[in-house]
């Protein structure tokens, strides 16, 4: 799990700075986010991998954020709060928390819980579909109406990895990560290239990848 990037969205500072130092000696990449505003401004360019979420803060409901975001992304979210009742953690677990963490806590649980909802996240379905598009992830293989793209191994692992975050606007560097797992540098040729043929080859599926300046790439019905 080490190298996960985890946004930790909370307005006490003394928590947020406890946490982001424990997650970073673990090996995790740690971006904070002290309002909801900072948080949104934090995914503009890169989806985390998971969120730490706090439900009260000073500029809206961290439930309300949740409800956006699973508008288009199942990024696993942990709600760590300081509201306890059997009710609050229902109400948090119904509007798409994964799990929720009750403030006082230690640490180490924090840390099993986060790990536990990042494996959770790499499990893949056999198949995925969207529209006439349908996936064959222990393959690697994508066909339209049921005719094989003929993808290569990382035009299929960008195509997967738009398919699971629909929507989403996502940076150059972190698809290049992602895919070739390693950091993109200055060279970012391998990319635009395998972008281009896997335009090329979604041509008619109803899909398109778009990229919009200062926030990134996008997968979208068009």
Not at 26 to 52: C, F, I, S
Not at 102 to 107: E, G
Not at 113 to 135: D, F, N, S, W, Y
Request: hydrophobic residues 40%.
């Amino acid at each position: 799990m080490r190298g996960k990037q985890i946004l930790l969205i909370e307005d006490n500072e003394k928590i947020l700075q406890g946490n982001e130092r424990m997650l970073r000696r673990r090996g995790y990449e740690v971006v904070t986010a002290l309002t909801l505003a900072d948080a949104r401004n934090a995914m503009k360019g890169q989806l985390p991998d998971l969120l730490v979420l706090d439900i009260m803060l000073p500029d809206g409901s961290g439930l309300d954020f949740m409800g956006e975001l699973r508008q288009h992304s199942r990024v696993p979210v942990l709600l760590l709060t300081g509201l306890t009742t059997p009710e609050d953690i229902v109400r948090g677990l119904n509007a798409g928390g994964d799990d929720y963490l009750a403030k006082p806590y230690d640490f180490a649980v924090l840390l099993a819980r986060i790990e536990a909802l990042l494996r959770r996240a790499e499990h893949v379905p056999e198949q995925l579909t969207k529209g006439r598009l349908c996936l064959d992830v222990t393959a690697d293989v994508a066909t339209l109406d049921g005719a094989d793209l003929l993808l290569t191994p990382k035009e299929f692992a960008l195509l997967l990895l738009f398919t699971q975050n629909e929507g989403c606007f996502i940076s150059a560097d972190y698809l290049y990560e992602k895919v070739w797992k390693q950091p993109m540098a200055s060279d970012s040729n391998a990319l635009k290239s395998a972008l281009k043929r896997l335009r090329a080859k979604l041509e008619g599926s109803g899909y398109c990848i778009v990229l919009s300046k200062g926030k990134g790439y996008q997968f979208e019905k068009e």
